[in-house]
């Protein structure tokens, strides 16, 4: 079973993945303004959808993050008002494959958001 870690932060725009059977993690930055910490979160998890996609074909994939409303929402339990969400929801749900589990994890065991909180003290 490949895991794999999630998240994002306003700070600087970061999205955050990190590939638990490796141990490396992918920092990337999202040109633009005003990014909502939602928006941020669903483009995390479509970088690390599309991460799995080209690492680990055919292979069982479980996807963590610790937002519970992006999880939520990408399994139907809840539904978003936004548009923005709702389009970022379907692009994700677009790149899942029937190997592919997303699953809500606390956010002291997320070991991406881990690596963006030590940037975020480093660099503030």
């Not at 999880?71 to 008002?81: F, H, L, P």
Request: hydrophobic share 30%.
């Amino acid at each position: 079973m490949i895991r794999i870690y999630t998240d994002a932060g306003t700070f600087k725009n970061r999205t955050c993945i990190y590939d638990e059977r490796t141990k490396k993690d992918f920092i990337d930055t999202v040109p633009g303004k005003n990014l909502t910490n939602n928006h941020l979160e669903y483009i995390a998890l479509q970088r690390a959808l599309k991460y799995a996609n080209n690492e680990y074909k055919n292979e069982k994939i479980q996807v963590f993050s610790d937002s519970k409303l992006i999880v939520k929402q990408i399994s139907g339990d809840w539904v978003t008002n936004s548009q923005d969400l709702f389009e970022e929801m379907f692009r994700c749900r677009d790149l899942m494959t029937p190997d592919t589990t997303i699953l809500w994890c606390p956010r002291e065991k997320n070991f991406a958001g881990h690596i963006l909180e030590k940037l975020y003290y480093k660099e503030r």
